[in-house]
């Protein structure tokens, strides 16, 4: 068994430059790694219920041994003297990754984190810094130090909706639990999704409200900070074309979950004009109050010590020149060419932006300001001291309808840059002697919604000396049932290494107006990607929904963890190990909803050069390279969305392809929702 686990692990660091197989030098063991994090993170409004991680809390010195830091403890002598001066935001207070302050302090634990150069060294960092600097900051540094250093490389980090229930759990829920636990009554709370049916927008609801979606966006964010300097660890291989891709994915799935809900693609954001849709989040923080409402119609204001609406018009013309020109001029005056494959990548630096934008002064960090000035709409002056507002959160922000609207805006920005690229030939795109004769779908397209149960315990207050009583909550969720891709595939040539890439998009507007292949293309949701090998002749594809390489499983519960870690602790395998990275689409989300009649859909098959596209050996055999995910070189040479990511003014260059598949389908829902409790 063990020796099993080792080839896995040697094989996947083979596959992976970059991403560091390194055993730990003090010869901790994953389980007792994954029981260390689960305790971190259990009950962090109250004391370490670990009493070994409670010990280290209560007399580890941080400083005393600075040899245990690559940094010689540079971090650990920086945080420590503001935690001596009591410059350290309080606990029991609300925390804001947008918040500069908060952000710089979280960022300062995260740098101690990451300097550890052993496993005790981290853990008992963990343990004393949880029980003196505020939760948020906290878990936020905890999080991103797990994803990112090699030290916790096989650890599963549990459902942030467990950890912080507040961030993704209704108010009325909220507070029924801590009734519950007042009356130490175990309960179990019906969710339900914010509005009403006078409120169109409720109906799409569900996807900017959904868990698993919320925990898709903020764990992206955290496998892609825009904080992240490589002198942390490493380079995130072409984060900014992956801040692109990632919400242009979530912009082109809303607008079909709309069209399954007969309602209109979603219409950009913009500063001269109202905000048409208000929003009540019904949400409450831990300590804070609740997350601020804003009314419909609301026009934009500045936003005192943040923003001025003519400051982010200036910054969005500065791009939309740089686009036009063709070339982004860095800080040091030098011009950077963007005419080419990679020019998406340092657009996306600079529209988020991150640490990596070569010119902030200048393109300014429209996205990320962008968030705060949306999210301050309700107390633009600071006249009602307010918290921060859902879009200020990654992990509440798509709930906001306008979380979208601000997205589709950036999206068309994005839009400029790509249609200003010469279009793909037939040259371009085919691919020897290889054709896709086929290709058709086995079983129903068919969505459904499932109640979901999650825990609650963490939301309420408690101590050790009271028994914990089970308080949960459960919410409608929509799921597919399985199916799989059939791909007859005929190569008339010897054997080869092919890119088999999956895309649909819906057929018809919501007038039932058919999209041109052009309009279509740019609407295309990305179902998989995956290398195989082609033998010569005839090769028939199934590829199951459930292998998607775009999704990940759910997120496996505190109380999984806990009993899995003991298993693994006793010396089973923890059978843990599909869930390192939660960085991508929850697969139950692989299929918009569609509707009762059969949501009409284009679905192709793109079959490409994998000798070319592969920027890794051995892709064939690796069934779970992560589309999302950050570690290591990007697997594939090929722009995300390619080949349907340039103009195509001519469709006669897809429908001449011979390495391309084009059929039509439709997505079921029927209304069925399955009850669990
Ligand atoms: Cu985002």
């Not at 609740?290 to 419909?296: A, I």
């Not at 902030?360 to 705060?372: K, R, S």
């Not at 795109?429 to 086995?442: R, T």
Request: proline content about 5%; overall charge negative; aromatic content about 12%.
């Amino acid at each position: 068994m063990k020796v099993l686990v080792l080839l896995a692990l040697v094989a996947a660091a083979a596959a992976w430059p970059g991403f560091g197989f390194q055993a730990d030098a003090g010869g901790v063991s994953d389980a007792q790694k994954q029981h260390d994090v689960n305790f971190l993170l259990h009950k962090i409004y109250g004391e370490i219920r670990d009493s070994n991680l409670k010990a280290k809390a209560d007399s580890f010195d941080p400083e005393a041994d600075l040899s245990h830091y690559s940094d010689d403890g540079a971090a650990v002598q920086k945080l420590m003297r503001d935690l001596k001066d009591h410059r350290l935001l309080e606990q029991k207070h609300w925390f804001s990754l947008f918040n500069p302050r908060q952000r710089q302090e979280a960022l300062m634990l995260f740098d101690v984190f990451i300097h550890c150069k052993d496993w005790d060294t981290f853990v008992s960092n963990a343990a004393y810094f949880r029980q003196r600097m505020n939760e948020g900051e906290f878990v936020y540094a905890l999080y991103v130090a797990v994803i990112h250093s090699p030290l916790a490389e096989h650890v599963v980090l549990p459902p942030l909706y467990e950890v912080t229930p507040h961030l993704f759990t209704n108010s009325e829920v909220i507070e029924a639990a801590y009734r519950a636990k007042q009356t130490q009554t175990p309960g179990k709370f019906q969710s339900s999704f914010t509005g009403t049916k006078k409120n169109p927008e409720q109906r799409v609801a569900y996807f900017g409200e959904d868990i698993g979606m919320n925990t898709h966006h903020v764990t992206w964010h955290m496998e892609f900070p825009f904080w992240w300097q490589d002198s942390y660890s490493h380079h995130l291989d072409r984060k900014g074309e992956n801040f692109f891709w990632v919400h242009h994915q979530l912009t082109v799935r809303f607008d079909a979950e709309r069209l399954s809900n007969y309602l209109d693609p979603v219409g950009e954001l913009h500063w001269d004009k109202p905000i048409v849709q208000g929003f009540a989040p019904h949400t409450t923080y831990k300590y804070g109050g609740q997350f601020p409402s804003r009314p419909d119609n609301v026009d934009f204001e500045d936003v005192d010590g943040v923003a001025r609406i003519r400051d982010l018009l200036i910054v969005e013309s500065r791009i939309r020149d740089a686009i036009a020109h063709g070339y982004i001029v860095d800080r040091a005056g030098n011009r950077i060419d963007i005419m080419n494959e990679r020019g998406i990548n340092v657009l996306g630096d600079i529209i988020e932006s991150s640490m990596y934008s070569p010119n902030v002064q200048y393109y300014g960090a429209l996205h990320n300001t962008a968030h705060i000035v949306l999210g301050r709409q309700a107390d633009p002056h600071g006249k009602y001291a307010l918290p921060p507002g859902v879009l200020e959160h990654f992990e509440t922000a798509t709930r906001d309808p306008s979380f979208f609207r601000l997205h589709k805006y950036m999206d068309n920005i994005f839009k400029e840059h790509k249609d200003s690229l010469p279009p793909y030939t037939v040259e371009d795109l085919k691919f020897n002697e290889v054709s896709v004769d086929k290709v058709s779908i086995d079983g129903q397209l068919e969505t459904f919604f499932e109640d979901f149960e999650y825990s609650l315990i963490n939301a309420v207050d408690d101590t050790q000396e009271i028994a914990d009583v089970e308080i949960s909550t459960y919410v409608p969720r929509l799921n597919h049932k399985d199916f799989s891709f059939n791909i007859d595939i005929n190569n008339n040539g010897g054997e080869a290494l092919a890119t088999v890439r999956i895309f649909a998009w819906p057929h018809r507007d919501n007038n039932g107006i058919e999209y041109t292949f052009d309009e279509g293309r740019w609407n295309a949701i990305e179902l998989d990607k995956f290398w195989v090998k082609l033998s010569s002749g005839t090769n028939h594809i199934v590829r199951k929904s459930s292998e998607s390489a775009v999704t990940v499983p759910d997120v496996p519960s505190f109380e999984t963890l806990f009993e899995k870690t003991k298993e693994a602790l006793g010396g089973a395998d923890s059978g843990l190990t599909e869930f390192e990275s939660a960085t991508g689409i929850p697969n139950r989300f692989l299929l918009p909803k569609g509707n009762e009649q059969g949501l009409e859909f284009d679905l192709v098959v793109a079959v490409t050069d994998g000798a070319a596209d592969a920027a890794l050996d051995g892709l064939h055999e690796n069934t779970d390279f992560n589309h999302y995910g950050a570690h290591g070189k990007y697997p594939d040479n090929r722009p995300h969305g390619y080949p349907l990511d340039r103009k195509v003014p001519d469709e006669r260059v897809f429908e001449d392809l011979p390495n391309f598949g084009h059929i039509q389908v439709k997505v079921f829902n029927h209304g069925e929702h399955i009850h669990h409790h």
